[in-house]
T-cell receptor, first 115, second 114 residues
Framework: AQSVTQPDIHITVSEGASLELRCNYS??????LFWYVQSPGQGLQLLLK??????LVQGIKGFEAEFKRSQSSFNLRKPSVHWSDAAEYFC?????????????FGRGTSLIVHP | DAGVIQSPRHEVTEMGQEVTLRCKPI?????LFWYRQTMMRGLELLIY????????DSGMPEDRFSAKMPNASFSTLKIQPSEPRDSAVYFC????????????FGPGTRLTVT
């Protein structure tokens, strides 16, 4: 069975600083990978996704993520954090056609941004 | 499109009462998911439908929970009788056909059972 681990429950950064949120997965092949963001009181919104091809994917709001097969990781990055980025971030995995169509979500990382 | 619509946004009820949560997915989407989010357990998949048919309800906590999708534009999640431990945020999400696999989430219903 597949799994997603987000090792950091909380991350605190200063506004303007760079950000990296970690995501590790366990799956026997290359999965589809996603990052979602949940602002307070809102549902989850897709930031970016990786299916194949270029391992560095660009998303909305200036975020990017890099798929590293050798490390089973899909870390989310942003060069300069804005106060409005404070939110909960979820990494998710979905197996390719032939497997379950149900995504597996990590537990989430809460991003706190200091002024 | 208005996105996934959920109602009510907030629900406060007393233990033992019946609670019905509603969801309208995005038009044209053929998958619908119900999730529950709590601090203790994170985001849990309760049940999902494909073309209005329940496919997997193994995440439904117990018989007090039931879900229906009478047509492509409407689904309900019912809890009867409700208990304080059911207090959570319940999300509905839908997904379109094809190979994008992106889920579109509603704003959620915050349920408080006293």
């Amino acid at each position: 069975a597949q799994s997603v681990t987000q090792p950091d429950i909380h991350i605190t950064v200063s506004e303007g600083a760079s950000l990296e949120l970690r995501c590790n997965y366990s799956y026997g092949a290359t999965p589809y990978l996603f990052w979602y963001v949940q602002s307070p009181g809102q549902g989850l919104q897709l930031l970016l996704k990786y299916f194949s091809g270029d391992t560095l994917v660009q998303g909305i709001k200036g975020f990017e993520a890099e798929f590293k097969r050798s490390q089973s990781s899909f870390n989310l990055r942003k060069p300069s954090v804005h106060w409005s980025d404070a939110a909960e971030y979820f990494c998710a995995l979905q197996t390719r056609p032939g497997g379950s169509y149900i995504p597996t979500f990590g537990r989430g990382t809460s991003l706190i941004v200091h002024p | 499109d208005a996105g996934v619509i959920q109602s009510p946004r907030h629900e406060v009820t007393e233990m033992g009462q019946e609670v019905t949560l509603r969801c309208k997915p995005i038009s044209g989407h053929d998958y619908l998911f119900w999730y529950r989010q709590t601090m203790m357990r994170g985001l849990e998949l309760l049940i999902y439908f494909n073309n209005n048919v329940p496919i997997d309800d193994s995440g439904m906590p117990e018989d007090r929970f039931s879900a229906k999708m009478p047509n492509a534009s409407f689904s309900t999640l019912k809890i009867q009788p409700s208990e304080p431990r059911d207090s959570a945020v319940y999300f509905c999400a839908s997904r379109g056909p094809g190979l994008t696999y992106e889920q579109y989430f509603g704003p959620g219903t915050r349920l408080t059972v006293t």
